[in-house]
Structure formats: structure tokens, C-alpha cells
């Protein structure tokens, strides 16, 4: 029996898109603190604003979008979007005020949020049935390598640029997204009015309900990764590692790109069970590891645990938030998962920053390794015992 085709040119085009605006996202996001601090003046603190007010931007975005895409339709969605994150880009090269940066960023996300929700609720679709874990799994490595490729060419550029030039680049990198955009084919659903109640305020119109749940396990998972995400720098400079410190997430990003193919096809066949329990295993091995690691060997261990971990049970979470979701919902299913995704990852470092403070990184990741195996008997309650109905 042939498989349904997964590569196909709308697959394709929809996770290069995807890249791009992922890249932008995190190849800003290391310099933009350093530009504000050198172009206004400013504390590390308003920094930090003018850094993290984008996150915000982005979680408005998908929460007022994910209602909404089905009905305004998911090329249409995209289009508005990824449009109009391209004109607040090149907003960057505006030099007029501080604040005006700030809003601005904070648009730059509202439209981010829009158009990677749309991304996510198009390549739904394109993915056969059949292969929604593998899909999702391929589709997944575009956030992968954004997040790995996007900050190590932002601090490499600022080495050897200005600002203006790196915000010109990704101007640039934006305009391409919307030529592949101008190819991209999409088969809309068709919403029926007793489908969608469009007129009172409902928690159902903004969130999806059946995938909260797993959501929920998202947020908290994502909450320790950010402790990685955000502070491996610190924590390197701590134990002397910084040069190894350098290439931690490009490691992280070749051992999820290489196991993704294999943990998708997986998902499919056997369930998500297969990839949660062993991901909360590795994840929290990887998080132990780190805690120990006084050499460079140990700390690319960690890097490749919790590649096999995390990133494997991300795009794991999102098939099943999708699976358990009415078709004409997966946007507001996808939206969820990203909400929650983006949740953890900019509320940790705010309260998890303040422990580090009290108990130190190494400690601070020992009880993350602690905690990551408690949520996965949370998982075994919320979904884990049903998983075998998707299959």
C-alpha cells in the first residue's frame, strides 16, 4: 500500500514560510536589547521590555486570531498577517523614539502571532491524515532551525555589521516569505453558522476546550526549557564553558532534526504514548546532567537529551492537540497550543529568574528534573490513559 504524499509543494512552501518568520523572531530577539541599550541609552531593564513586549504581542495575536482564521480563511489570514509583520519589520529601520520601537515590536508580534498560527492551522491540512504525526514533525524542524540558525547569524552579523544592516536582512528574508506566500495553494473549510457562535463572549470562541489539557502539559514543560533556553549563557560563564555554550542549541537542533522523521512516522503508528514517556524521561536526564556538567562533553550530553526530550514531545503535543479537535476547529486547537507554548516560555524565566537568585542554576535544574517527571504522571491522567482511542 503507497503512502500519501507528504512533501508536497504547498507543504514545502507553508514550512518555509514558517522558517522565515521564526527566524526573524529569534535572530531579533539577541540583538534588539543590545541596539536599545546602544541607540537610547537605556537600563538592561527597559531592555528587557523592549525585548520581551514582543512575546506579548505574539500571545494577543494568536488569542484574538484563533477564533477567527476559519471564518476569514487560513490563505486570507496568512496573507494579512505575514503582510503586515513585513511592513513593522521594516518599521525597524524608522528611527524616531524609544517608545516608538516598543510599540512597534509589540505589533511586530501581534502580526507574528497571526501569521505563525495560520502556518500551523494550514500545514493541518496539507499533512495527510494518515501522516499527521510525521507532518507535523517535518513542519516542526522549521521552528527547530530558526530558533538554532536565527540567533547564532544575529550575533554573528553583529560582529561584523551595524544594526540598520541586520534589520534590512531580515526586511529582506520577510519579502521572500511573501513570494512563497504568492504560490502557496490552500483548500479552505467552510464554516456553517451553527458551527461557530460569533455573537456573546465564550471561552470556547478563543480557546479550544479539548485542548487545554494537553496544553496545560505544554505550558509546564515549556516553562523548564526556558530556564534553558534564556540563561545557558549565564550558567555557562558560571561552570567556564562558554565557547561550548556557543554551539548547545545548534547540537540541540541536529539531534531534533535527526530523531523528528523517526518520533513522527511513531506518533502515527503506535500512539503518542511512545514519544511522551521516554521525552519525559530523557528530558529530565538531560536537565539532571546539566545540573552536574563541568566539562564540555556533559554539557553537549545535556544538549542532546533534551533535544530528544523536548523537542520531540513539542511537536508530539501539538499532533495530539489536533487529533482531539474537530476539523473546523484546528485553528483555535493550534492557536491553544501555541498560546500555552508561548506562555511557558516567556513567564519562566520572570518567576524562575527570581529562584536562581536563592538557589543557584545547578540546584534550580535539579528540581526541574524532579518536576518534569511529576508532570508526566499528570500527562497519564489528562491524556496519556486515553492516548490508544487516536489510534
Request: glycine share 8%; hydrophobic share 50%; proline share 2%.
Amino acid at each position: 500500500m503507497n503512502k500519501e504524499k507528504l512533501w508536497s509543494k504547498d507543504f514545502i512552501f507553508v514550512s518555509v514560510i514558517n522558517f522565515i518568520i521564526t527566524l526573524i523572531y529569534f535572530l531579533l530577539i539577541v540583538i534588539i536589547g543590545v541596539y536599545s541599550v546602544e541607540k537610547y541609552n537605556i537600563s538592561t531593564s527597559e531592555a528587557g521590555l523592549v525585548t520581551g513586549i514582543f512575546i506579548i504581542g505574539e500571545i494577543i495575536g494568536r488569542l484574538l486570531i484563533g477564533r477567527y482564521i476559519e471564518i476569514i480563511g487560513r490563505k486570507k489570514t496568512l496573507s494579512i498577517g505575514l503582510l503586515l509583520f513585513t511592513i513593522t519589520t521594516f518599521l525597524y529601520l524608522v528611527d524616531f523614539n524609544l517608545i516608538f520601537l516598543i510599540i512597534n515590536r509589540l505589533i511586530n508580534g501581534v502580526f507574528m502571532g497571526i501569521a505563525s498560527t495560520a502556518t500551523g492551522t494550514i500545514v493541518t491540512k496539507i499533512i495527510p491524515a494518515s501522516r499527521r504525526g510525521e507532518g507535523i514533525g517535518y513542519f516542526s524542524m522549521s521552528i527547530t532551525l530558526a530558533t538554532a540558525i536565527g540567533p547564532f547569524i544575529g550575533l554573528l552579523m553583529s560582529k561584523y555589521t551595524n544594526h540598520q544592516i541586520i534589520f534590512i536582512f531580515c526586511a529582506i528574508l520577510s519579502v521572500i516569505g511573501l513570494v512563497f506566500l504568492s504560490y502557496l495553494c490552500v483548500e479552505e473549510l467552510t464554516i456553517y453558522s451553527e458551527e461557530e457562535s460569533m455573537g456573546k463572549f465564550k471561552l470556547s470562541n478563543y480557546i479550544e476546550l479539548k485542548a487545554l489539557p494537553i496544553a496545560f502539559i505544554m505550558l509546564n514543560i515549556s516553562i523548564a526549557y526556558a530556564i534553558v533556553l534564556y540563561f545557558i549563557n549565564f550558567y555557562a560563564i558560571e561552570i567556564d564553558l562558554v565557547n561550548t555554550a556557543s554551539i548547545f542549541f545548534l547540537i540541540y537542533a541536529i539531534t531534533t532534526l535527526l530523531s523528528r522523521p523517526f518520533s513522527g512516522r511513531l506518533v502515527d503508528k503506535k500512539g503518542a504514548n511512545y514519544i511522551m514517556y521516554p521525552g519525559f524521561i530523557l528530558f529530565s536526564t538531560g536537565m539532571f546532567v546539566l545540573s552536574v556538567a563541568n566539562n564540555s562533553l556533559m554539557l553537549l550530553s545535556s544538549s542532546i537529551l533534551i533535544g530528544l526530550g523536548f523537542g520531540n514531545m513539542q511537536s508530539t503535543i501539538q499532533t495530539i492537540a489536533v487529533k482531539i479537535t474537530p476539523p473546523h476547529r484546528m485553528g483555535l486547537a493550534t492557536s491553544t497550543y501555541f498560546l500555552f507554548l508561548d506562555g511557558g516560555l516567556g513567564s519562566g524565566p520572570l518567576f524562575l529568574g527570581i529562584i536562581i537568585q536563592v538557589i543557584g542554576y545547578r540546584m534550580l535544574y535539579i528540581v526541574l528534573g524532579f518536576l518534569i517527571l511529576t508532570i508526566a504522571v499528570l500527562y497519564y491522567f489528562l491524556h496519556g490513559k486515553r492516548d490508544y482511542l487516536l489510534r
